[in-house]
Every structure is written in structure tokens, then in C-alpha cells.
């Protein structure tokens, strides 16, 4: 059964970058054509997308969030990444990794989430 | 800010029916499937109904799914006091080249 597991910093100051790890166990991550997504969920707040990595290192990312944003795939770990530059307290949420088919897929299964604030 | 617009909240007693409205426009639930998440109270999200009406392996059947024009709606029948959750639709947005969620319902049994 495949498994997600998100690991990093749980407290980053302003301005700085935050920065997280998704390991995928039970399965291979380049095994299969499938895309490495992660979305985010402020406390109390909605689910948004963040952005995404094809197995082969593609990228496309939220348009809000692209000028800060960096994904990217170690396959021989089983990992993959997100960067998030410039944090400010807006981008103290509950990060999540998930999986999704394709694209425009559904994200199934997601991780446990890890929480991350930024604060001084 | 989300383009998918949902009510902030239902309730309803137990063992009746609930329906939650997912609001959207032709570039995103018009033109792309919608896929429905349950959040339980401290827990990542779980894919709940994918495709517009399709149930994963494990979903009970009182979960289901229908989308007409740049509208969707999840049904939970037969409600049950572990049904309270928060849910979330979401579908590919053409215009913003990404995927959106909705605002989210909070579904309360009374």
C-alpha cells in the first residue's frame, strides 16, 4: 500500500525558505507515469493546490504561488521536494504531498499533513 | 478566493439525506471532471468521490456524486454521526492551468 510521509522544518522565520521532503514508500515513485502534487492548508482555512512533478521531473505549479515555488524529484530516494521562498505568516499552514494519475487527476492517497509556521 | 463556491455549512439529523452544492463556471467544474474530498476532524484529506460520481474502493455507497453544467453536488444519505466532516470539491481550472478546491462545507449531525 503506497504511503506518503512529508518531513521538514516545523518552524521557518520570514523571509526565509521553507522547505520539505515527501517520501513515498511502498511503492516506487518513478515505477509508474504518475504526477507528486502538494497542497497546503492554512489553520482553519481551505485546501490550496501548490503545484506539481511528473516521475520525470516536469513541473507546473499554482500561478499564484509560481514566482516562489520549486518542486522537485529525487528518484533515488523515493523523494520528492518543495521549496518555498520569501515566506511570509500568510504561508503558516499544513503542508500536504499526495499523489494524482495525471494532471488534472484527484490526489489519492495524501500524507498526514506537517504543519509549518512561520514566525521570528 | 477560490473559484469553486460551496456553503459554509449543512446539518441534518441522523439516518436523513444532506446535499452539498460545489459552484463553478465552464473553465473549470463545465469543462473538467469534479472530485470530492472528506477531511475528518484532525486528518489529511480523503478522496471521497472521483470523475463526478465515481466511488473508490472502500467509500460507503451513501456517498454519491452528480455534476450538471458548471454545477456539482455531493450526497450523503442515511447520515451518520462519523459523516461529520469537512468536504471539499475540486476539478482543473483551463483558465488558471491549475487545480482548484472549493471553499469547503463543514457538515454537522444533529
Known amino acids: 500500500q503506497l504511503q506518503l510521509q512529508e518531513s521538514g522544518p516545523g518552524l521557518v522565520k520570514p523571509s526565509e525558505t521553507l522547505s520539505l521532503t515527501c517520501t513515498v514508500s511502498g511503492g516506487s515513485i518513478s515505477s509508474s507515469s504518475y504526477y507528486w502534487g502538494w497542497i497546503r492548508q492554512p489553520p482553519g482555512k481551505g485546501l490550496e493546490w501548490i503545484g506539481s512533478?511528473?516521475?520525470?521531473?516536469?513541473?507546473y505549479y499554482n500561478p499564484s504561488l509560481k514566482s516562489r515555488v520549486t518542486i522537485s524529484v529525487d528518484t533515488s530516494k523515493n523523494q520528492f521536494s518543495l521549496k518555498l521562498s520569501s515566506v511570509t505568516a500568510a504561508d503558516t499552514a499544513v503542508y500536504y504531498c499526495?499523489?494524482?494519475?495525471?494532471?488534472?487527476?484527484?490526489?489519492?492517497?495524501w500524507g498526514q499533513g506537517t504543519l509549518v509556521t512561520v514566525s521570528s | 478566493q477560490s473559484v469553486l463556491t460551496q456553503p459554509p455549512s449543512v446539518s441534518e439529523a441522523p439516518r436523513q439525506r444532506v446535499t452539498i452544492s460545489c459552484s463553478g463556471s465552464s473553465s473549470n467544474i463545465g469543462n473538467n471532471a469534479v472530485n470530492w474530498y472528506q477531511q475528518l476532524p484532525g486528518k489529511a484529506p480523503k478522496l471521497l468521490i472521483y470523475y463526478d460520481d465515481l466511488l473508490p474502493s472502500g467509500v460507503s455507497d451513501r456517498f454519491s456524486g452528480s455534476k450538471s453544467g458548471t454545477s456539482a453536488s455531493l450526497a450523503i444519505s442515511g447520515l451518520q454521526s462519523e459523516d461529520e466532516a469537512d468536504y471539499y470539491c475540486a476539478a482543473w481550472d483551463d483558465s488558471l492551468n491549475g487545480y482548484v478546491f472549493g471553499t469547503g462545507t463543514k457538515v454537522t449531525v444533529l
Open positions: 512533478i511528473y516521475y520525470s521531473g516536469s513541473t
Open positions: 499526495a499523489r494524482h494519475p495525471s494532471r488534472r487527476a484527484p490526489f489519492d492517497p
